[in-house]
Structure formats: structure tokens, C-alpha cells
């Protein structure tokens, strides 16, 4: 069998080599805890890549089927592979609610099943399984375990995947999937088609429609480094701080919705001195926007009791 050493090794190997938009388990995180965020991040690029690069819908629902297996293998004892063998450690030493992972899976199951998506709850839905389970093992693993602090973090992630699923509207054209919500196509007077035509006064609206939401989904979650302390709490505040950037470049007007924005070394820089110096503060909003408050809503006020039995059904699993 593998060794645990070499397992971990491995999968900080694979986490390195993959490009991302926002840090992960960066040299922000304390040293102790970075291994594990690894293994969680493979765990997930892995299945990420069964759904998303095999060209075979079969094909894929059938390996993540069998990563799903490994994953409850793993969860009772070792596996002789690189990703579970160092996974089991990470259950066992963290108590790592099992489930967590298991939502990731069917989330790029769901990718494979599902290509348009009528409103932007059913964008919650979605990002319930898909990023949500990230920021609360990344808060799990590092201690904090308390309904608030995973409500804030919820807010922020889903608001991350929007503005990604915003970033790669001509990479999803190719896919063919269409996450802008249908509501809000004809909100703003387009259609499927029409998404992808020349920009005009439609996109314009929908980019201020998407962006509005979005801002309300982050804006639920702005304490969260505040309630956080050391290293974690720079790290979340960087990725809260990007996360806007990538939303405000997506969606700045007179850009195409295909022209896929990146945030590179020098923005990543920025971004941290403003961190880093306390200078960055939450962008200022419309807060009186309706769709603005559709978002705030989302992990707040009216659902946070629905959010708060959500979180003790999966702790207790």
C-alpha cells in the first residue's frame, strides 16, 4: 500500500499544478493545516476532471460512481490510493462529515444531467453541493464549527461560483450548458441565442442583473474574516476581495459576456497589499436593489433557520 507520506505528497503535488482562480491551500493557511486542504483539493479536482473531461456521459457518471465507492471505502479504512489513502487520515483526524465530499460528487453528477438552470435558486441548489461543502471543510479542518460563521462562508462561496459560472459563459457555450438563469435572460430581453450576439443595452442589463445578485450573496458573507483570526482569516478575506475583482471584471460595462476576464499575478498583488495593509473594504452597492437583497437573503435573515438544520443534518452524518 501506498505510503501515507508519499500520499500526501502527491496530492500537494497536484494542487500546485493546477491553475486556479483563487488560491488554494496557499501559504496564507498555517503550515499545519495545508496538507489537508491538498488532499481535500484533489479529492475534488480529480472527480472534477471525471465529470467535466470525459467526453462519454456514461463514461463519467460510471467513474464518479466508483470515486463515490472509494470515498466510503476510505471513510472506514485506508485505500491503496494516493488521493484515499491520505483522505482517510484527513476523515479521521479532522472528523470530516463524509457527506460534505459526497455533495461535491453529485454536483459534477448533476453538471452531467442538468445544462440549464430556469432561476437563481436553482444556481443555490447547485452551489449547495458544489462550493458550499468547500468553505465549510476549509473552516471545519481549521476549527471553527458553529451554524454563523458556516452561513457567512456559505454566502461567500456560492457567490464565488456564480461569478465563475459569469467568467466562463463562452467556455460553458462550448459545453453546452447556459448557467445564467433563463429568468433572467428574458428578464433583460435576451434568449439563448441572443446571449452570445454582439453586446448591447440586453447584456448590459443582464451583466447589472447578475452582478447585483452576486454582490448580495458576498455581501452576506463580509464578516467572515473579521470572525476569523491569524492566517485564515487573510486568506478568506483575499479570496472574498478576489472573488469581487473576477465579478467586477466579468461584468464591467461594454465588456462581451464571452470574454473570459483572469486575474493575474499583478491583480493577485493588489489585492493582497490591500488585504494585507487593511485597506480593502466591501465594495460600496446599491443596497437597496431588489435582486441585491435576493442575494443578501439567500444565507440570512428569513433562511438562516433553513440553512441552520441543513448544516446539523449533514454534522450529524
Same mark, same amino acid.
Given at each position: ?269 493588489? *489585492? #493582497?497589499? +490591500? $488585504? @494585507?495593509? /487593511?485597506?480593502? %473594504? ?5 443596497? =437597496?436593489?431588489?435582486?441585491?437583497? *435576493? #442575494?443578501? +437573503? $439567500? @444565507?440570512? /435573515?428569513?433562511? %438562516? ?5 441543513? =448544516? ?6
Amino acid at each position: 500500500m501506498i505510503t501515507l507520506e508519499e500520499s500526501y505528497r502527491r496530492c500537494m503535488e497536484l494542487t500546485r499544478s493546477h491553475y486556479e482562480n483563487f488560491p488554494v491551500a496557499s501559504v496564507l493557511l498555517p503550515a499545519k493545516t495545508r496538507p489537508a486542504i491538498s488532499v481535500i483539493y484533489a479529492f475534488a479536482r480529480c472527480a472534477d476532471d471525471f465529470g467535466d473531461e470525459e467526453p462519454d456521459t456514461v463514461r463519467s457518471l460510471e467513474l464518479l460512481a466508483g470515486w463515490r465507492e472509494l470515498l466510503y471505502r476510505s471513510r472506514d479504512a485506508p485505500v491503496d490510493h494516493f488521493v484515499f489513502r491520505a483522505l482517510h487520515d484527513v476523515i479521521v483526524r479532522f472528523d470530516i462529515p463524509v457527506q460534505w465530499l459526497d455533495n461535491l460528487i453529485m454536483a459534477f453528477e448533476r453538471d452531467r444531467t442538468i445544462v440549464r438552470h430556469p432561476t437563481f435558486n436553482d444556481l443555490i441548489t447547485y452551489s449547495r453541493l458544489s462550493a458550499n461543502p468547500v468553505g465549510r471543510l476549509l473552516l471545519w479542518i481549521h476549527g471553527y464549527r458553529d451554524e454563523e460563521r458556516l452561513r457567512m462562508s456559505d454566502g461567500i462561496c456560492t457567490a464565488l461560483q456564480l461569478a465563475n459560472f459569469w467568467q466562463d459563459i463562452g467556455v460553458d457555450r462550448d459545453k453546452g450548458r447556459i448557467y445564467v438563469p433563463l429568468s433572467e435572460l428574458a428578464a433583460a430581453g435576451l434568449d439563448e441565442t441572443t446571449l452570445y450576439a454582439p453586446n448591447d443595452g440586453r447584456h448590459e442589463e443582464l451583466k447589472r442583473r447578475l452582478r447585483s445578485y452576486t454582490m448580495g450573496l458576498f455581501g452576506s458573507g463580509r464578516e467572515l474574516p473579521s470572525r476569523l483570526s491569524g492566517r485564515l482569516s487573510l486568506e478568506i478575506a483575499l479570496v472574498l476581495a478576489g472573488g469581487i475583482r473576477i465579478l467586477d471584471m466579468g461584468t464591467r460595462p461594454g465588456r462581451s459576456l464571452t470574454a473570459r476576464p483572469v486575474l493575474g499575478r499583478v491583480n493577485w498583488i493588489t *489585492e #493582497g497589499l +490591500r $488585504v @494585507f495593509t /487593511g485597506m480593502w %473594504r466591501f465594495p460600496r452597492h446599491d443596497e =437597496a436593489d431588489p435582486l441585491f437583497q *435576493e #442575494g443578501a +437573503r $439567500v @444565507f440570512g /435573515g428569513a433562511e %438562516r433557520q433553513e440553512n441552520r438544520e441543513i =448544516a446539523s443534518s449533514m454534522i450529524r452524518l
